[in-house]
């Protein structure tokens, strides 16, 4: 059983920074892991995948440029570096982990998800 937990979050201003970690339980060195978020309203929506190697790496084009995902085999970590922040961010941010997604973007395509931490950006 893998158990994530996200943290990182908090509120900036518009061109602001934040780096997201999600912390796991469990061997995820073999994990398909990703970012989503989800805005109130909206449906959940991928924002950046990596493979179990850390290559390669995926983006949506809405961050490509300003976020970078990473892992950290050494201590189970997953992170997310997310530059000049905008408005349009702000969303619950989720972490997710799968075995092989058939889509790097389909949330059913992974199988266990964090709680969430809250990405609120200012303008």
């Known amino acids: 059983q893998v158990q994530l937990v996200e943290s990182g979050g908090g509120s900036v201003q518009a061109g602001g920074s934040l780096r997201l970690s999600c912390s796991a339980s469990g061997y995820l060195a073999s994990y398909f892991m990703g970012w989503f978020r989800q805005a109130p309203g909206t449906e959940r929506e991928a924002v950046a995948a990596i493979y179990p190697r850390g290559n390669p790496r995926y983006y949506a084009g809405s961050v490509s440029g300003r976020f970078t995902i990473s892992r950290d085999a050494s201590d189970n970590t997953l992170y997310l570096q997310m530059n000049n922040l905008k408005p349009e961010d702000t969303a619950m941010y989720y972490c997710?982990?799968?075995?092989?997604?058939?889509?790097?973007?389909?949330?059913?395509?992974?199988?266990?998800w964090g709680q969430g931490t809250q990405v609120t950006v200012s303008s």
């Open positions: 997710a982990a799968g075995r092989s997604p058939s889509r790097w973007s389909a949330p059913h395509d992974y199988t266990y």
